[in-house]
């Protein structure tokens, strides 16, 4: 049974980082594009940047320029490094395939950008 588990959330202040992690078990990962998806309070969840087996990136608007999506297909992961963060960028990530599978939503982690 295919798993997906994120981590690395936590609470920083506007303009600081983090870096995201979700560890994925039961599959063959590396055919996959994968993808970061954020729900904001009150919002629905959003695609926020995603990576093809390739490497080929692309990334919401929202965050073009500030966030970095990257795999290591040894270790069955995908990140996402968040740099400049902002208080809009608040939310609990997901990570997921592209497109979706409903199947594989975890429980995310939860970033909160405060001072």
């Known amino acids: 049974q295919v798993q997906l588990v994120e981590s690395g959330g936590g609470l920083v202040q506007p303009g600081g980082s983090l870096r995201l992690s979700c560890a994925a078990s039961?599959?063959?990962?590396?055919?996959?594009?994968m993808a970061w998806y954020r729900r904001a309070p009150g919002n629905e969840r959003v695609l926020v940047a995603a990576?093809?087996?390739?490497?080929?990136?692309n990334y919401a608007d929202s965050v073009k320029g500030r966030f970095t999506i990257s795999r290591d297909n040894g270790k069955n992961t995908v990140y996402l490094q968040m740099n400049s963060l902002k208080v809009e960028d608040t939310a609990v990530y997901y990570c997921?395939?592209?497109?979706?599978?409903?199947?594989?939503w975890g429980k995310g982690t939860l970033v909160t950008v405060s001072s």
């Open positions: 997921n395939t592209d497109p979706i599978d409903m199947r594989l």
């Open positions: 039961g599959t063959i990962f590396s055919i996959y594009t």
């Open positions: 990576i093809t087996s390739g490497g080929s990136t």
